[in-house]
């Protein structure tokens, strides 16, 4: 894998399209072809993941999701995407 890109999911339905489109379109200006969009879920009360997981399958085959059990913070949603 050349490229791990992390990001949590916390009320962020509203962002996903625009943010994926805006990586895709990134990653295309980079020339890289070897990566994964790691999306870990930190208890989001909204339906961020259901969006996400639609969008996954979708379009964006290259997304990888994490659930945690309940919302554990931005910083420990960070550390268990980047383990």
């Known amino acids: 894998m050349k490229l791990s890109i992390v990001s949590t999911l916390y009320q962020s339905k509203i962002f996903l399209d625009k943010f994926l489109i805006e990586i895709e379109k990134a990653i295309q ?12 879920n930190d208890g989001s009360p909204d ?12 379009k964006y ?6 659930v945690l059990s309940r919302n554990f913070g931005h910083h420990y949603a960070m550390q268990a995407g980047l383990i």
Do not use: A
């Open 29 to 40: 200006l980079i020339q890289i072809d070897d990566y994964e969009l790691i999306f870990v």
């Open 47 to 58: 339906n961020s993941l259901q969006h996400l997981i639609t969008l996954k399958k979708e």
């Open 61 to 66: 085959s290259k997304i990888k999701i994490i």
